[in-house]
């Protein structure tokens, strides 16, 4: 669900008045979503099974919408998500931008090598994403992602500035490669990240318990401000779903629709939670880091939004993005907070919205 190490110096103000941007808002969230409506386009790719050292093609799919437009906007989305976690977003940009939005590999019907301990790196998703754009003919994009797909965007741009034009993170801010530090070491200040530990060390116990019921782990972790989980949810590094034991419903998702939340469910029944794990196991992990930090060049000089919410249970980015000093390794960097939590895309679209067109403007002057 959340990336961590992390850094920044300054915070800067929100773009524009917040009363200017809400009177100019859409208001996307009153729009109707159907991701059934939407046909997914599939492409193969190659793939490595590190377990079995074996290549393997991989299924991936995504969404392409208004494919004749000049210019791309590419959603790369986190844990546990899927690409309609973008909805707010596509209702917004769909008639002015190209916008290409996959599912990860190992989540929904995009599949897996099937080696969740070191076959999932961030080298590996980028080169994912590399080969969905080439199916799609795209030559370069701006990249816009949120938890795991803002450190996957800002992988993808550090890799291949000639592909990336601008990063939009959403939630969490850069992480770059200039130390591996295991999850156990950051939990005494961000005591919330304990669940990584458990989905690290006990990957298969933690398997079985987010499939032993989807709806009520999607429910338990798609929270907002307004049904926020309880205080001691993520704590434990043993369990997942703990802090909820007592809660015999849990309540729907607020962002969503009854036929959406199915949707999801039903997304997640494909594979279940056997291959998206890849963000948090060890090895992966540090196969991201060595491969990034074997490169030396941590610095994204392309432009950047990073949207950083401040009541996100997980922990307090700001203060991590300055712990980590993202900022010295992002110049051209435009940093701002909204009131939120995590899914801040889902919860808060219009100020979301408006914030990235605002800085998608600043890109054509």
């Known amino acids: 669900m959340r990336n961590l190490l992390l850094f920044a110096t300054g915070l800067l103000p929100i773009l524009g008045a917040d009363s200017a941007l809400a009177s100019s808002a859409q208001h996307t969230r009153d729009s109707a979503f159907d991701p059934l409506a939407f046909e997914q386009q599939v492409v193969t790719c190659p793939g490595i099974n590190r377990a079995q050292n074996k290549t393997v093609d991989l299924q991936l799919h995504y969404v392409d919408i208004n494919s004749h437009a ?28 190209r916008l290409i939005i996959p599912d990860i590999r190992g989540f929904g019907a995009s599949t897996h090598p099937g080696d969740v301990q070191s076959s999932g790196s961030f080298p590996d998703l980028v080169g994912d994403v590399m080969c969905i754009l080439q199916h799609a003919g ?50 005494p200040e961000f005591p919330h990240l304990a669940y990584q530990i458990y989905f690290a060390e006990q990957t298969s116990a933690a398997i079985a318990e987010l499939d032993t019921d989807i709806r009520r782990t999607l429910r338990a972790t798609l929270r907002s401000v307004e049904s926020p989980p309880p205080p001691n949810f993520l704590l434990s590094n043993s369990s997942y779903l703990a802090a909820w034991k007592n809660v015999s419903a849990i309540p729907p998702i607020p962002f969503f629709r009854t036929q959406e939340e199915d949707y999801w469910v039903n997304q ?31 610095t994204i000089h392309q432009p950047v939004l990073s949207i950083l919410p401040t009541q996100d249970p997980v922990g307090d980015w700001v203060f ?36 990235i067109r605002k800085f998608l403007s600043t890109l054509r002057e």
Do not use: C, M
């Open 70 to 97: 000049d210019n791309t906007l590419l959603f790369l989305h986190g844990w546990p998500s899927l690409w309609a976690s973008w909805k707010y977003q596509i209702q917004e940009f769909k008639h002015d931008y």
């Open 138 to 187: 795209v030559p370069k994009a701006v990249v816009i992602g949120h938890d795991w797909g803002t450190q996957l965007a800002y992988e993808a741009a550090r890799e291949r500035p000639d592909v990336f034009t601008a990063v939009v993170g959403i939630t969490i801010p850069y992480t770059p490669a200039v130390a591996f530090v295991p999850i156990s070491a950051l939990v």
């Open 268 to 298: 997640y029944s494909i594979q279940g939670f056997n291959y998206n794990l890849q963000f948090y196991t060890n090895p992966d992990r540090q196969e991201s880091y060595t491969f990034a930090h074997s490169q030396g060049n941590a």
């Open 320 to 355: 991590a993005a300055q712990v980590l000093k993202s900022a010295s390794f992002l110049p051209n960097l435009t940093q701002t907070t909204l009131p939120g939590a995590h899914w801040v895309q889902l919860e808060l679209p219009d100020q979301v919205n408006i914030l």
